[in-house]
């Protein structure tokens, strides 16, 4: 069974930071491109960024600069730097399985596994 575990949402103002994990099991994660997406009340689900299994990362052309994705084979995990939050980064924040770059988006294939989400949430 695929399973995601997200990790480290919670408050924070802005100019802050916060650090999301996503951890993984019954999957080999190291054969998957894993990705950040985010969803805001009332707006469409949109990607931030994906990391290959060749560790080549891709950002959203709005995400570049403030976030930062990595990977640890080792420990099954995806990660998710924030820094400079703005409150318009408030939103739903999910990890997934087989991410890719789509121009200057981030897209999910459909049979993408999902964590759990986790809340961020940005004040002024």
């Known amino acids: 069974q695929v399973q995601l575990v997200q990790s480290g949402g919670g408050s924070v103002q802005s100019g802050g930071s916060l650090r999301l994990s996503c951890t993984t099991s019954?999957?080999?994660?190291?054969?998957?491109?894993m990705g950040w997406f985010r969803q805001a009340p009332g707006k469409e689900r949109e990607g931030i960024s994906c990391i290959t299994v060749g560790n080549t990362t891709y950002y959203a052309h709005s995400m570049e600069g403030r976030f930062t994705i990595s990977r640890d084979n080792a420990k099954n995990t995806v990660y998710l730097q924030m820094n400079s939050l703005k409150p318009e980064d408030t939103a739903m924040y999910y990890c997934?399985?087989?991410?890719?770059?789509?121009?200057?988006?981030?897209?999910?294939?459909?049979?993408?596994?999902w964590g759990q989400g986790t809340q961020v949430t940005v004040s002024s």
């Open positions: 019954g999957l080999r994660f190291g054969a998957y491109a």
């Open positions: 997934a399985t087989a991410c890719f770059p789509q121009g200057t988006t981030i897209r999910a294939l459909s049979v993408a596994h």
